[in-house]
């Protein structure tokens, strides 16, 4: 056996190594495109092999192509997606116009790893072709918006809905912990009125349980499945019954309600299901980056801060500085949520730059998309892990906040009037004397009363407005 072979396309011969399972037209896009050393994500991979397979085993069955070829390209497919062979996939994923290149390298590989199945050589395409077998009835233009579908839904299922799943659940026990805790609430800055430390809590929990919600809804218009319409949506060279099959045992693989598109041809132009799924991760992540900047608050000193809660000591906070613990699970989630709106832009300027029959930009779209759902649900699940299931409280701390606030005379607002309890609280700002001190001083109540209005448990709303 050579260490070379020899490949020909429609521009000419090339070699390539005999180790090599990707042909001929990966080895031109691999130096076309010495872009970013990134290549394709493993799950938009899988998403590639599951249309194949499922395309190689319709095909098969309505006698488009052998059954024999069938079955090797269907065994090549499961091989790889269960782990074999994964570096052969190779093209930046800054590359041709609407993803032909690594559609190719798909095809390559597949077909190859056939081959040897077969017991031929790789390279002998007249047996196994990547093009005539492994992609009959297929376009770049169908597989590429489909395996973009398939891959968002992957990444959702797989990683971002467990992690909210995770982080939901650790919010609402946090709350339950902490719902007999008195804290200070805080507007613009500055205090407010008690509030509770469990609902605080509570309703992260049910913020994210909302962006659950429009997330799984975003992503219902992602089983809508383009697949059969060939280069322009008009279906040529595919059977009748294809897209029909194939979208079935897609649906099965997955486990998910898939469905062929009633306009072909419309599911190959726009891209607005993947800007709207990755609207609604941005809409998240601003969120986040919103509950880890109070997580950091709620945490900062220990001695020059509000110290209200901790954050689970993960790892030395400082290069220099002894006993430093830092919000490192915080600050993750932030990077990590900045990054997802950088790619939702990107996204959105990609989604709106095809024209005429095809969106050249889906190569930009898939890795941004299934990369910003999977860092986010890695991050998510992190955070809910390494952070939130941890948080202890600082009792005493809050308390003390709680009762010091200067927004307490907001209570007193019904009992004494607005301006006095605004002179109570300037009296109390500029002397340093409790405001219940000076309230009784005054005589502008009794001390009975005052005790009930100033009750910071019931202020703080209690326990019955938990839900």
């Not at 607005?272 to 980056?289: K, T, W």
Request: hydrophobic share 40%.
């Amino acid at each position: 056996m050579t260490d070379y072979r020899t490949e020909r396309d429609s521009m000419g011969d090339r070699q390539l190594p005999n180790a090599a399972y990707y042909g001929i037209q990966t080895l031109r896009a691999t130096e076309n495109f010495p872009i970013s050393g990134l290549k394709p994500l493993p799950t938009y991979v899988d998403a590639c092999l599951l249309i194949k397979k499922a395309t190689a085993t319709a095909n098969g069955e309505l006698g488009c192509i052998p059954q024999e070829i069938s079955q090797v390209i269907i065994q090549a497919a499961d091989e790889i997606l269960k782990g074999q062979l994964r570096e052969q996939f190779v093209v930046d994923v800054y590359q041709a116009g609407a993803g032909t290149s690594h559609h190719m390298n798909i095809n390559e590989v597949l077909a190859n790893r056939a081959l040897e199945l077969l017991g031929d050589r790789k390279g002998n395409y007249q047996r196994v072709s990547p093009n005539d077998h492994v992609n009959y009835g297929q376009s770049t233009n169908d597989v590429i918006p489909t395996a973009i579908r398939i891959g968002g839904l992957l990444a959702l299922t797989h990683t971002l809905y467990p992690g909210l799943d995770k982080a939901i659940a650790a919010c609402n026990q946090k709350a339950d912990q902490f719902q007999d805790i008195v804290k200070s609430g805080r507007t613009h800055m500055q205090d407010a009125v008690p509030i509770r430390l469990g609902e605080t809590f509570r309703a992260w929990a049910r913020i994210l349980n909302s962006h659950l919600s429009r997330l799984k809804q975003a992503a219902e218009d992602l089983y809508i499945l383009g697949i059969g319409g060939s280069a322009t949506g008009t279906g040529l060279n595919t059977h009748p019954d294809y897209r029909f099959r194939v979208t079935e045992l897609l649906g099965d693989y997955l486990q998910l309600p898939l469905q062929p598109a009633p306009h072909l041809m419309a599911a190959m132009q726009s891209m607005a299901p993947f800007v709207s799924v990755s609207g609604a991760l941005r809409n998240l992540a601003q969120d986040l980056v919103k509950v880890s900047h109070d997580l950091r608050l709620m945490d900062s000193g220990p001695k020059t801060g509000f110290r209200e809660i901790q954050l689970p000591p993960v790892q030395p906070g400082s290069s220099i500085m002894p006993g430093k613990y830092n919000p490192v699970l915080a600050e993750m989630i932030s990077m990590v949520c900045f990054q997802v709106i950088g790619y939702d832009t990107a996204i959105t300027f990609a989604g709106q730059a095809g024209q005429l029959e095809l969106n050249v930009m889906m190569p930009l779209i898939a890795y941004d998309l299934i990369h910003s759902i999977e860092i986010l649900g890695n991050a998510i699940h992190a955070l809910a892990e390494k952070c939130l299931v941890g948080i202890e409280v600082n009792r005493d701390r809050c308390l003390n906040y709680a009762e010091g606030s200067l927004a307490l005379v907001t209570a007193l607002n019904p009992h004494i009037g607005y301006l006095n309890a605004a002179a109570v609280a300037k009296e109390s700002l500029e002397t340093g004397k409790p405001i219940r001190q000076i309230v009784l001083d005054q005589g502008l109540m009794n001390e009975s009363d005052l005790a009930q209005v100033l009750d910071l448990t019931r202020m703080s709303g209690g326990p019955e407005k938990r839900h």
